[in-house]
């Protein structure tokens, strides 16, 4: 996967906790259909460096980052 090919998300969880990761495009697109279903279930996600399961039923929110935002100093 390219770097081109992720995307920056946060998933906030009931209760308050906040996981943030770099993802597929794809994965990202899967986990806002799924949620725009609301029929509960599990979503995998593709990271870079593991695969992260999320229980649709105890996601609060997620938060898509634009592609070209980026923390700190541009050149």
């Not at 593991?50 to 997620?62: E, N």
């Amino acid at each position: 996967m390219t770097k081109d090919d992720q995307v920056r998300i946060e998933i906030g969880y009931e209760g308050g906790h906040v996981s943030a990761s770099m993802v597929s495009a794809a994965s990202a697109d899967e986990l806002d259909t799924r949620l725009g279903e609301n029929t509960g279930g599990v979503v995998l996600l593709e990271a870079d460096d593991a695969t992260i399961t999320v229980v649709l039923g105890r996601v609060a929110y997620v938060r898509r980052f634009a592609r070209d935002s980026q923390v700190g100093f541009g050149g």
